[in-house]
Structure formats: C-alpha cells, structure tokens
C-alpha cells in the first residue's frame, strides 16, 4: 500500500498545548537521604507536547497545519513558540499573563523513564473567548478541524467549536479526556484509548460487548465514528457500517507517549484527503507502530510511513 500525497491536506488545530522536557542522565548510586536513585543528569531535551505534538505530527507527514492555542508569557512559551517554529507550523499561540506555560518534566536514566513532574494552570475565560473568534475565522482555510483535549482547561468552548466546524462543512477529529463525552457530542470521530472509553461505558467482557456499547456511545453522540485504541491489541473502529479491526503492527515497544497524537494526526490527515475508514484507519495504525518504537514524544515521517507500508 502507497501512502497518498498528504501536501493538500490543510490541518486546523486547537487544544491544550504543553512543553515536555526531558533531563537524560546516568544513575549508579541511591541516595543516602531517601531510598531513591541519584540521577547524575549529563543532557537535556526540550519537544513540543500535548497539542503541539499533534501539530509536529501533521507537519512531518508534510501536510499544512496551524495550531491554535494559549500559553503563560514566561521562558517556557517562548521555548514552545521556537520549537514550533522550527517545525515550519502557524503556530497563533494566545499569551495568558495570568497562567504558567504548562511543562512536563521527565527524568529519564538508563532509557527508563525515573520520575515526572508537572507544572500547569488553567487559562483565563477572555483568552479562551479570543481564540474561539480567531477559531471561526481560521475555519474557512482548511479541510479538517483536530480538537486535542488534554483536559488542562483550553478547549472550554469545544461544542461551539464542533458546532462552527461542522455547520462549515469540515470533519471534526477529537481526542477525549474526562469521564462526560457529552461535551464532544456531533463531531466526526472520537479517539478514546481503552481506559479513556472505559471511565464513559464501563467494563467489558468480550469483542463483542466492546462493540455494543462503543455503538451505542456513537450513537448517542451522533458521530460518524468512534476509534478505540488498544495498545497491544491494535485499534478497533466502529462506525454506521460495522466494525473494523486493525492489529497492533509495532516491533518493538518502546515508549507510548504521544502515540494517540500520531494516530489523531495520521486520521485527520488521511480524512482530509479523501480517504476512507478502512485505508485511513490502516495508515494510522502502521504510523502508531513506528512511534511506540521511539523514546518520548516523536513524529513519524511521510517517508517512514511509506517504508513500514511496503
């Protein structure tokens, strides 16, 4: 299978964006004050998260994307703005004197991920209401609309967004977070993992009762589709037409991390192009086997997809 020329495709992005550092270093003692280990940090790393990554992931496919989001005005929203930048991504990143950027902090020793820690707080309602104005004025210029909710308070307004979206005419790709899915209720497709899926319709037993109630909540949510992905069990799509079911492809898992950004981005990229579920949904799945095979969160190439296509 060939993968399509994605340059067409215009990407539009809103969520909750984030910058994840990672401080590398080698660990050979325990403290002496607590049973922990010494990391002696000798690198460090600093990668686009959250939202952004989603953005990363949709530039390195080569298709156009803009990202639409707030951050604090401190060091590491400049970083953010830089990092994006470089990746060639229209980046409109609204400044909330009010709040810290939020940062993800990972120690990481001998490629094991030791310790994370987290720094955020939720933007104010008039920065959040300046970005669902440009939000509308930015919907005419793409395809489909990817709406990245890290449940970290920048999507407050995500019906209106899925309503705007869809009364103009594009596709609406939403990953979820939180126990109500009601908020995301008319949008295209939803991407829940497993545990995300279950915190909304309980336990299941079997295939066949996944299906049922993934239906059913696809149903009552008026999408056209609901995608859960399952780590090692692959990704499962249900949709009007029935079910289909795609295999975990990766050889080698190494770190999931922003794996479902990778796969939302691959979806959304695929659907503006014109493909349908069963290509659109296989590509996804191959792109989720080349990322988990990665350290931290990362990008898969248009040029890596192809290979591990063939």
């Known amino acids: 299978m060939r993968v399509p020329d994605l340059s067409a495709a215009r990407l539009l992005i809103v969520g909750d964006v984030m910058l994840d550092r990672y401080w590398f270093g ?27 990554n989603v953005a990363r992931n949709v530039a390195a496919l080569g298709a156009q994307v803009a990202l639409l989001s707030v951050i604090g005005d401190d060091e590491a929203g400049r970083s ?40 955020e707080t939720a933007p104010s309602h008039e920065v959040l209401r300046a970005k669902l104005v440009e939000f509308a004025a930015r919907l005419p210029a793409c395809d489909a609309v990817i709406l990245s909710d890290y449940g970290k308070g920048g999507l407050t307004h995500i019906g209106e967004m899925i309503r705007l979206a ?94 479902g950004d990778t796969v939302i981005a691959t979806l959304a990229v695929m659907l503006a192009c014109g493909a349908a579920w069963p290509e659109t949904v296989r590509v996804a799945n191959v792109a989720a086997g080349v990322v988990v095979g990665k350290l931290g969160t990362a990008v898969v190439s248009h040029h890596e997809l192809a290979a591990a296509l063939k």
Do not use: C
Request: aromatic fraction near 4%; glycine fraction near 8%.
């Open 26 to 52: 080698e660990v050979t003692r325990i403290s002496p004050e607590a049973p922990v280990p010494v990391v002696k940090v000798d690198r460090s790393e600093e990668r686009p998260g959250g939202a952004a």
């Open 166 to 259: 869809r009364a103009a005419g594009k596709k609406v790709l939403v990953d979820p977070k939180g126990d109500d899915f009601s908020k995301y209720a008319g949008a295209t497709i939803v991407t829940p993992n497993r545990a995300e899926l279950r915190e909304v319709v309980g336990r299941w037993h079997d295939d066949r009762e996944l299906a049922r109630k993934a239906q059913a909540l696809r149903s009552d949510l008026e999408l056209e589709a609901l995608l859960v992905t399952r780590s090692e069990e692959g990704m499962s799509l249900f949709h009007a037409g029935g079910a289909i079911y795609e295999q975990a492809v990766a050889r080698e898992v190494f770190d999931v991390s922003g794996a």
């Open 80 to 119: 953010l703005q830089r990092l994006l930048a470089a990746s060639g991504i229209d980046a409109s990143l609204h400044l909330d004197a009010a709040i810290s950027t939020t940062v993800k902090l990972r120690v990481i020793g001998r490629q094991q991920q030791l310790l994370r820690i987290d720094f």
